[in-house]
């Protein structure tokens, strides 16, 4: 928000430099984005009074306006349509100095005719973002007089940005508190009182239908005079970043910015019934808002209504067009009301309709505050649009809404902050704030105030003591090596480990949106029967949260194709989440799964040739993996998965247990996502592999005596997995066995149909002798004999 020091000044005399102010906004965590002082670059610039205006012969946007600027007239060319002749506006002649990028202002000609000057918009004056018409001055205004006096360019604006946790500071007098406290300064918000007229009748009737959404609505009656706002108005709306409207808009505005209280005026003679019905939308229902769309509402949407029932606003976010106030309004119901936040922030989001209403009333605004403040719009009514306010307002509050209260112990305060805070220290850090404190010790008790809805609990209290404080002025500590918590476990240091292990295979890490797609999940072959769906998802399309981690990578890797990026290796370490499938549970089943894919080519020279990534690249990352947490039994079977193309896909098993699966993805996947083979990839339940049993890490010393090396090829059925045959091989070789691996795959006709041999180097070697050719010839024999009998392998060669 914009607030402008002029205005921070009316309730407390601080009299700081600007940096001095900008660092204790700061301190105070409301962070200063930008610093303006409009007066501080505009010279010259005078008030001048439109005489006639004719449209540009070359340019149909364009007008060519006379002024008279009290030392003369000249003529200028301006974009605007917003003036006409009588209006007094700010005039740049040749000469003025502006902020950039105009600087000195020349005579120069546009489209063939000479402009002598600017007439200015808001900011061209550095007044804000606001290019939507030139700024209009009092019409009393003596020409040629200085801008900078008419419009108090002389001031200080803070553009201030707030955390959505404090609502209490979205307006100047929540700023001007705050620095009021900081400074040791007196703070004070003057008690408004608007004059009451006998002789206006407060006939409306106000019914709330939902008190849940709509805890307090207060409607009050006044008769006003429509017209422009008096100049001061005008200037402070401007400075805070808001177009001057009409002096009943303009005071709402201003009650708005001043005071965080949004406020909504109606034309009472266009209200049906004289009345106000606060109540929920029925489904299908539609209104035009003031933005002129025709909206259709849902059954949570809340609406202000006549008393007829037809729709006049959505409650707390934007009025229609039936009942605005216009020219021609003489009697005026003012709106000041409280309602439930998230209410209120979730129908803001569904109608993608944000206003500056909507972002007070769904961070939560005062309930407390709710007549004070149409007290003081009254008050100004009363001053710029000559209202006559009836005597009561018609208040409906049916249950109060009680301040918090929040125990405070003085020994918590410096145990989380690493003070030495005393009771009084603590206690005057506080009640500048507008928090009522009372007792000491551990037995301190503190009242929030309703504007302050986050402080809820004692460690919001101790917060605000740090502010207060100052956070810079809490000094350090070193923790005491007995007093040092924390450490990771052996899961997370497992779970890095695989990050490591992954990293170091080529691979990148990526972190993916736990809401996907039904659509993903089940052609990846996901578990679909326990699906839990997103009540409020980001995107419709991606509406459930992942039982897989995969669909949602290869979507990253289709996103990078698409950027031009097609040799890619990513993985994921994340949770995913299955529906509970227990009577009593509440919350959804975590696992921590891990998942990788690649892509594209595998950049091998001058090592080997370039080729495209397989199924083994990914069983290779995985064996990197397992050999990082030094499982003890792992092994591939061939397996049949959905979302994995049939014949090129495995199971992955642990301690015999399936934990995943690994191979090319299924061409229906690729289709999907516009991917183009190969694209192999694999997933597995990481919770269960760090569960796995390890290595036997005993020191085993390597024996001093030579190997003993031979190579078996055997026949056997194309169906028979070469993993099946190793274990085979490996059993009958007992323990003199020392290394065993596949060499060599071979088909051919000559070996029959559907037949292929498999070639295994083994190497024995004992510990306390060498091995003699006859005890190698009995080994050899025993695996010849295994491999027969339980694969229907015969020796080959």
């Known amino acids: 928000m914009r607030a402008p020091l002029s205005w921070i000044r009316d309730f407390t005399p601080v009299e700081a430099s600007v940096d001095e ?3 204790a906004l700061n301190q105070l965590g409301l962070e200063v984005e930008g610093v303006e002082e409009p007066g501080r670059e505009v010279r010259d610039v005078v008030a001048a009074r439109v005489l006639d205006i004719v449209d540009h012969p070359n340019a149909d946007q364009l007008t060519l306006v006379d002024v008279d600027y009290g030392s003369g007239q000249t003529r200028v060319v ?33 489209r063939g005719e000479t ?30 007089s200085d801008v900078r006096e008419l419009l108090g360019l002389d001031d200080v ?8 946790n404090r609502p209490d500071a979205m307006c100047v007098v929540g700023v001007a508190r705050e620095l009021a406290a900081h400074f040791g300064l007196p703070f004070e918000v003057p008690a408004p009182h608007a ?58 505005n201003y009650v708005l910015l001043e005071r965080n209280q949004p406020l909504h005026a109606f034309d009472l003679e266009r209200l049906g019934g004289r009345g106000i019905v606060v109540r929920l939308a029925s489904a299908g229902e539609r209104m035009t808002t003031l933005d002129g769309v025709e909206r259709e509402l849902v059954a949570e949407d809340l609406l202000i209504c006549d008393a007829d029932l037809a729709p006049q606003a959505i409650a707390g976010i934007m009025g229609g067009g039936t009942s605005e106030v216009s020219g021609t309004t003489t009697e005026i119901l003012l709106e000041s009301a409280y309602f439930e936040p998230m209410g209120i922030a979730r129908s803001s989001k569904r109608l993608k309709l944000r206003s500056e209403s909507s972002a007070r009333f769904e961070r939560g605004i005062d309930p407390n505050g709710v007549a004070t403040s149409a007290e003081r719009a009254m008050e100004l009514l009363a001053e710029v649009a000559g209202a006559k306010v009836a005597t009561d307002a018609v208040d409906e509050y049916p249950r109060p809404i009680e301040p918090v209260r929040i125990s405070l112990r003085t020994s918590k305060v410096n145990a989380i902050l690493g003070t030495e805070l005393s009771d009084v220290e603590v206690v005057d850090a506080l009640r500048p704030l507008g928090i009522e404190v009372g007792g000491s010790g551990d037995a301190i008790t503190a009242t929030a105030p309703t504007y302050r809805p986050d402080l809820e609990r004692e460690i919001d209290l101790v917060e605000e003591v740090a502010r207060r404080v100052g956070f810079a002025s809490i000094g350090g500590t070193v923790p005491r090596p007995r007093d040092q918590v924390g450490g990771l476990d052996r899961a997370q240091r497992d779970r890095r480990l695989v990050a490591d292990a992954l990293v170091g295979a080529g691979l990148s890490e990526a972190v993916t949106l736990p809401l996907v797609a039904p659509g993903d999940l089940e052609r990846a072959g996901a578990p679909m029967d326990r699906i839990v769906e997103a009540a409020n998802p980001l995107r419709a399309e991606e509406s459930v949260l992942r039982t897989r981690i995969l669909p949602g990578l290869l979507r990253s890797v289709a996103h990078n194709r698409l950027h031009g990026l097609f040799d890619i290796g990513l993985f994921e370490v994340g949770r995913v989440f299955l529906a509970p499938d227990a009577v009593d549970q509440v919350l959804p089943d975590e696992r921590v799964h891990v998942a990788l894919a690649l892509s594209g080519i595998r950049r091998r020279r001058p090592i080997e040739d370039d080729r495209a990534v397989d199924a083994y690249d990914a069983v290779d990352a995985l064996h990197q993996l397992f050999d990082a947490l030094e499982l003890a039994d792992v092994r591939f079977e061939g397996a049949v998965r959905a979302g994995f193309h049939a014949g090129r896909a495995a199971a992955v098993m642990v301690d015999g247990h399936d934990v995943g699966a690994v191979g090319e993805v299924d061409q229906r996947v690729l289709d999907a996502l516009e991917l183009v083979r190969p694209v192999v990839a694999a997933e597995l339940d990481l919770d269960r592999v760090l569960a796995a049993r390890r290595r036997d890490r005993s020191f085993r010393a390597p024996s001093p005596f030579p190997p003993y090396s031979i190579d078996l090829a055997f026949v056997v059925d194309e169906d028979r997995e070469a993993d099946a045959v190793a274990r085979t091989l490996r059993g009958a070789a007992g323990e003199v066995l020392e290394d065993l691996r596949l060499f060599d795959v071979f088909r051919s006709v000559a070996l029959g149909e559907r037949r292929k041999s498999l070639a295994f180097a083994l190497r024995f070697r004992a ?12 080994i050899r024999q025993r695996c010849i004999d295994a491999v027969r009998r339980e694969h229907g392998g015969e020796l080959r060669g």
């Open 157 to 164: 604006i803070f553009d201030v940005s707030l955390t959505p």
């Open 21 to 23: 102010l900008v660092a």
């Open 115 to 144: 402009s002598n000057g600017m007439l200015l918009a808001p900011d061209e004056l550095g007044l804000g973002r606001d290019h939507s018409g030139i700024v209009q001055l009092d019409r009393s205004a003596r020409l040629g």
């Open 767 to 778: 510990p306390e002798r060498t091995l003699t050719d006859e005890e190698v010839g009995a």
């Open 78 to 110: 301006c974009g605007a349509r917003n003036v006409v002749p009588g209006d007094v506006v700010p005039f740049a002649p040749v000469g003025a100095q502006l902020p950039p990028p105009f600087g000195v202002l020349a005579a120069r000609k546009i």
């Open 195 to 252: 004059p009451a007229d006998g002789g206006v009748e407060s006939d409306i009737t106000v019914r709330i239908d939902a008190p849940d959404r709509c805890p307090r609505y207060l409607g009050r009656v006044a008769r006003v005079t429509m017209g422009e706002s008096p100049a001061w108005l005008a200037q402070r709306l401007v400075k805070a970043g808001m177009r001057p409207i009409s002096n009943v808009v303009d005071v709402t």
